[in-house]
């Protein structure tokens, strides 16, 4: 990797996790800059903009780690107990700062959705993308399920419920609420099944 190519790995990283601590709005370019340790010009160099960096960690960042993170589960024998497990291994494995800081992709698709369409069109198409690999596992053990289900309302309804619960679990800082609702949220997914 060139020095170019590392600085603006470095900014995205820095960028990413300023995002996730503070939010969009909230998140200073100052701040990156001193936390990389580069000038401002170095970090024009790389992104024009705030809201062009803000793109990049989204596609280049928080994309690709929350879709990857979906694939394991998806892509296993059963779809069915590889998501509840990977549900369940969340509300095991979820820190206290992850409960009040939440989840970084949710966070930013809750405060630039309606602010920038730029943002807004990119959630969309990580929302789809992610709506697509839930209802391949499905489509893949069709003749397991319950017929007639909608396999496309099933996967957005998973994921607004986790979302849900997510968001819940930040507001109140209260780590059984998402655990509670997690759970409810198997007992769904298992019922797909005839």
């Not at 909230?26 to 936390?35: D, P, Q, W």
């Not at 992709?105 to 697509?132: H, K, P, S, T, W």
Request: negative net charge.
């Amino acid at each position: 990797m060139s020095d170019a190519e590392q600085t603006r790995q470095n900014i995205l990283t820095v960028a990413a996790d300023e995002i996730h601590q503070h939010g969009f709005k909230a998140t200073s370019l100052s701040v990156i800059l001193n936390r990389c340790e580069i000038s401002k010009g170095a970090l024009y160099y790389h992104f024009t903009s705030k809201i062009e960096l803000g793109y990049a960690v989204f596609e280049e960042v928080y994309t690709p780690m929350f879709l990857n993170v979906w694939q394991t589960p998806l892509t296993v024998d059963d779809p069915i107990e590889g998501l509840c497990d990977f549900l369940t291994s969340m509300t095991e494995e979820m820190s206290c700062s992850e409960v009040v800081c939440g989840c970084p992709l949710n966070n930013l698709c809750e405060e630039m959705a309606n602010v920038d369409e730029g943002f807004r069109l990119r959630i969309l198409c990580m929302q789809e993308q992610l709506n697509q690999l839930i209802v391949d596992a499905l489509k893949r053990i069709s003749g397991d399920l319950r017929d007639n289900l909608a396999f496309s309302q099933v996967g957005y309804f998973i994921v607004a419920t986790l979302n849900g619960a997510t968001s819940l679990s930040k507001s109140s800082r209260n780590k059984e609420l998402f655990q509670q609702v997690i759970a409810e949220l198997c007992i769904y997914i298992r019922a797909l099944k005839k």
